[in-house]
């Protein structure tokens, strides 16, 4: 079994117990669109439509370098990030690097099973070689990068310009670059982070996620100078049945 498969599947087993349900469509879905349970193709349907709905409603931008931040910690962003990130690699035949941009709590390398170091920090920070790892198996062109270990601050890191150099060099070598970042508006490095992308996608949770916090959020990243993408919206649920909801 490949790294790619095993990977996913351990982030949807974390992404069931915690949530239950799956993220909805988002980014303008259609009137009706629910949630159901993350199952292999009902799961890679959602990210196929978030997919769709992003480079249509942006397709006179070109967007290659997308950040997944979540209002709190346990939103989903990082499973949404790498889901996303292998639903590119696949249907466009894509190369993509999933980077894990979250320093202060990184969780990519339990996802993926991977050292934690080298990673982000250590080339940042430390001047190291940039080491990516490629996650086979039907995703042939997956890679992922973990935080890495150091002691610089990461709103200094993302002042840096070694993390320019870094994000221009990743664009020479990937199609697409999917940061997993830090939980706004927690972490203050986000907004020096969101500048740096082509924009970021906010993931908040149904039920849980306060309105005012999801604007907040969002706030801050246009004060900074970011531009948002769009939003997912996990936990979503339905009442009546899914025939019901497709012909509303």
Not at 17 to 32: C, D, I, N, R, V
Not at 103 to 111: E, K, N, Q, S, V
């Amino acid at each position: 079994m490949g790294r790619t498969h095993e990977a996913l599947e351990r982030a949807e087993k974390e992404y069931l117990e915690l949530m239950k349900t799956s993220p909805g469509p988002a980014l303008g879905a259609p009137k009706g669109a629910v949630s159901r349970p993350v199952s292999s193709q009902n799961g890679r349907e959602y990210y196929q439509t978030l997919k769709a709905n992003l480079f249509t409603l942006h397709k006179d931008k070109t967007i290659r370098t997308i950040a997944f931040c979540a209002t709190a910690h346990g939103e989903g962003a990082t499973t949404t990030a790498l889901y996303f990130a292998a639903t590119l690699a696949k249907d466009f035949q894509s190369k993509v690097l999933v980077v894990d941009a979250n320093l202060r709590t990184p969780r990519l390398h339990d996802i993926c099973k991977i050292d934690l170091t080298p990673g982000l920090l250590d080339y940042v920070d430390r001047g190291k070689e940039i080491v990516v790892t490629l996650l086979w198996n039907e995703f042939t062109n997956l890679y992922v990068m973990p935080s890495g270990l150091s002691d610089c601050s990461p709103i200094n890191l993302y002042f840096s310009n070694r993390f320019d150099e870094f994000l221009q060099e990743m664009r020479e070598r990937f199609d697409y670059i999917i940061l997993d970042g830090p939980p706004i508006p927690r972490f203050p490095e986000l907004r020096v982070m969101c500048t740096k992308v082509d924009g970021v996608i906010l993931v908040i949770k149904a039920g849980h996620t306060r309105r005012q916090v999801a604007l907040r959020a969002k706030k801050e990243i246009e004060d900074a100078g970011g531009k948002i993408l769009g939003v997912v919206i996990n936990r979503r649920k339905y009442y009546i049945p899914e025939w019901i909801y497709k012909r509303l």
